[in-house]
């Protein structure tokens, strides 16, 4: 007898309301630094810095917390950016030698950045009307002039072009030619028949009408376009770039040979002059070129001269620096990657005599660094925001919620320490712009991420800026094999050049080995736990003062002298004996080593009964760190899991065993389908009468869900631990609730312990000599053999136990002991309940009904609702391999709502991706940047922020927001929404002539009008495969949909007729 579920006719449109009021989808800030940039730019009046990528994305920054982030629509590099002063808009120029102009506006008081028009350069001859003209084909260079209400387009044929920057309409009759500058050149300063690419335009402070142009062949021109004529001409090398200094008697130029030379422009009434200084700073053997020089003047006259490049071309031709210069003081910054571009905080008045440069911000391939040149010594500036999260490759992290306030200042005052400035540094920060009109966070959050060179880096994640906090070492424990070399390298370093190592970003790792797997942190005790890549699992605690002591070191053999299993992969890290010096922050207790060493795969704390439980692919172990001893060991390999002994790190692959359990598949999965085929074939036929009878507007038929193969028990590294629990319940009996330790594995088996712990004396400090036991109570086999990803026990009332010193320190209420408790399982296919402590089912939702959809991470999160403070749901927010993020009630495991998140492609992304207790959520988009999510309606951390900017007069926005189109891929493809500009291609803007027409409502843009599919009402049907009913059904919905748009739309169309009447 077949048994049918039927489902309640239509949804409660009281539950559909307040769901709207908990849920909601939003992809809010990106934190970190930006993936590939390209370009870069500095508006000294508000004080904001633009960066542009090779990915085609616009980030602006400010003050902390002030950020606008922007999209061209084509996925090019941006080459160039440009401020228009003060008036909050930047010029960018692509490698398709597009111009679009971006400006910040402002709506209901916060301000945004879009983009008003954009220009693409044509390739026709003649396009400014004069005969004979080279086309407008490679725009090499960009200059502002007449306050940013025109530009000098350089190109690669030696032509000027003029361009009207609020209309980006090109001018007609202003061209300026090589021919035209050629006549003005006297014959013996021709280099050749042609000047070449125009290298670079550089504008003078005072006077508007004198462009400085420099060809690539060496010529330079001081040009007067009210004039048409050159005043001044220099001759040099090839050309690398120009810079005039802000008084305009000074002329600095940089060459492909690695020198530089200044030139005086007030040299009588000579149209030509000679170099009054030409040096070739790291010579006499050939040298790089340098790219760009800067002049900075000083009233001391000991003026800057910085550059980058320029290095011994045999020698340190490989490195990646910037010289700053200061009458008889050269330091060579030394960076890890390479220079984008750089600039100077400088006074930019005109009234101003000299430039008196405050600092120095340059932009590197993968970090941003700023020194302060009014300090002697020129230090560097702690960053309070961009820090690069790779500047060691993340690989683990942790969100840590509701930071206590004692603890998190004991971090703060920690990672002052560790620098000579404070971390937060928003005093010399010269970046200062706009505005955070964001409320001060109620709560502080900690965002941890493990590195690849043994290090744990604390970060600020309460807002908008991802502000670094502390950085806790481990590799100080251990021996490593860098420690010689180093020493070696530092005796072979030369006194010249002088370089001095600049930046954080260090992608190479002493030692694989050292890398972290994962971090656990007790918020109320501060102590905490790192496990490693060689199955290192060490305890720590936060110190306020250093301190010299000597770390006690167990090990635990997790094979428990299994015969037949040999490791064959990296070999343990060796500690360092003897007392050893810690600065103060978390110092190490206790140092557990696992054996074999396989890197640990999961890990949990319990404070408050001293214990640490982890897990590796070999097995899980307890250690009691307040009397450091081992306390279990349980090997949960199968006989056949050879290739768990061969480690990460070996390259020893069992290649025959994999094709002979891959055929094996197919060959039970054909064999099993043969089998099924006329049982199916008459049970689809059932289900097909059944649902014409009823009707598919009576009741909805549960979709017969896709069969799952049973998973093998001899797959490899089926003994892989993915997770442990700690939780005070019942297990035993019904009568007795005590502390537990739960563990998961790869192969769906689930072991739950029973634990005898003995009160600890006053103060915690130690525990009596009696030892803690473990016993095992219950161990559960999930039927399909799903690897067990998360595992949580809810009180009677459903909701999740509080953590360690939660409910003893009334920091949450307490649980419910009084009702049954129930456990819940999340494997990669199915949530399931089990009652306790009989351990028998309750509720289960199948989510791999879908087809290939697997579950990837798993989190318990409460979100509060915007209509009434008081009232929060415990849900289980859980992430797919397809990208899709879906939230369940608990305990009922009812579907509440689904977002598309992240592309299914991007499995790093996935793999990185981190839940928070209220709703929020982290996932790397690329090496270097988190992209922060919200899937409450209520808990939002998103920019808010103000620029006040100086608008023209007679100036108007020009951006439009009529047309919509869909977000074009990032870095890490994610949908979203972004305006469509309107486009100019030379000729005047067809709808400036509209812009008094009014904007349509902010509601139009509001994510539950933009993607209805994404919207909070929309519910998620796992339970089966879609029949040919759905399919009618929603092509029916659809054309009624469509017939009731066109209707609407001939409504409106009538109704804007009779108010044009």
Known sequence: MMKFRFRRQGADPQREKLKQELFAFHKTVEHGFPNQPSALAFDPELRIMAIGTRSGAVKIYGAPGVEFTGLHRDAATVTQMHFLPGQGRVLTLLDDDSLHLWEIVHHDGCAHLEEAIHFQAPSRPGFDGASGLPSLAHITVVLLVAA???????????????????????????????????????????????????????????????????????????????????????????????????SGHTVVSSHSDGSYAIWAVDTG???????????????????????????????????????????????????????????ETLVTLDFTSRVIDFFTVHSMRPEDEFDEPQALAVLLEEELVVLDLQTPGWPAVPAPYLAPLHSSAITCSAHVANVPAKLWARIVSAGEQQSPQPASGASSWPITGGRNLAQEPSQRGLLLTGHEDGTVRFWDASGVALRPLYKLCTAGLFQTDCEHADSLAQAAEDDWPPFRKVGCFDPYSDDPRLGVQKVALCKYTAQMVVAGTAGQVLVLELSDTP?????????????????????????????????????????????????????VTAVTLHAEW???????????????????????ARCTLHPSDSLAMEGPLSRVKSLKKS?????????KSRASGKKRTVAGSKLQEANAQLAEQAGPQDVEVTPVQRRIEPRSADDSLSGVVRCLYFADTFLRDAAHHGPTMWAGTNSGSVFAYALEVPAAVAGGEKRP????????????????????????????????????????????????????????????????????????????FKLTAHEGCRVRKVALATFASVACEDYTETCLACLTNLGDVHVFSVPGLRPQVHYACIRKEDISGIASCVFTRHGQGFYLISPSEFERFSLSARNI?????????????GATHISHRSRESPKLSQANGTPGIILAPQSCDGSPDPICKEADTPEPPEAMLSPMSIDSATSADTTLDTTGDMTVEDVKDFLGSSEESEKNLRNLSEEEARACAILIK
């Open 941 to 953: 951390t998103e920019p808010l922020c103000s620029l006040d900017v100086r608008w023209p007069r």
């Open 269 to 327: 009434n000579s149209p030509t002059a000679q170099p009054t200084v030409a040096t070739t700073p790291y010579g006499p053997f050939p040298c790089k070129a340098i790219n760009k020089v800067l002049w900075r003047s000083c009233a001391s006259g000991e003026h800057f001269v910085i550059f980058s490049g320029g290095m011994p071309r045999a020698s340190y031709g490989d490195r990646h620096c910037v010289s700053v210069l200061q009458a």
């Open 148 to 246: 940013g209400d025109m530009a000098a387009l350089g190109t690669e044929g030696g032509s000027i072009f003029f361009l009207d920057v609020p209309t980006l309409t090109l001018l007609e009759g202003q061209t300026l030619g090589p021919d035209e500058v050629l006549r003005s050149v006297p014959d013996d300063y021709r280099c050749g028949k042609a000047l070449g690419p125009v290298e670079s335009l550089q504008g003078h402070l005072r006077d508007p009408t004198k462009i400085l142009i420099g060809y690539s062949r060496g010529l330079l021109v001081i040009w007067n376009q009210a004039a048409r004529c050159a005043e001044r001409i220099f001759l040099g090398n090839q050309l690398e770039s120009v810079c005039w200094e802000r």
């Open 769 to 844: 000599e009696r030892a803690v036991e473990a016993v095992l109570g219950k161990e559960v086999q999930l039927m399909h053999r799903a690897p067990v990803v998360a595992i949580a026990v809810l009180d009677g009332r459903g909701r999740p136990l509080p953590e360690p010193y939660e409910a003893s320190r009334d920091l949450a209420q307490a649980p419910d002991m009084q009702g049954g408790h129930a456990v819940l399982i999340a494997s990669e296919e199915q949530f399931k309940v089990f009652t306790l402590p009989k351990v028998s089912a309750k509720t289960k």
């Open 547 to 599: 301190a010299e002591q000597t770390v006690g070191v167990a090990s635990l053999d997790l094979l428990q002298d299994r015969e037949g299993f040999t490791w064959k992969g990296h070999e343990r890290l060796s500690p360092r004996l003897g007392p050893l010096p810690w600065p103060a922050g978390f110092q190490p207790r206790a140092l557990v080593q696992c054996l074999p060493p396989a890197a």
């Open 659 to 667: 094709l002979r359990q891959s055929f094996r598949r197919i060959r």
């Open 610 to 632: 001293g214990l640490v439980a982890f897990g590796t692919s070999h097995g899980f172990g307890l250690f009691d760190y307040l009397r450091r001893s081992p306390v279990l």
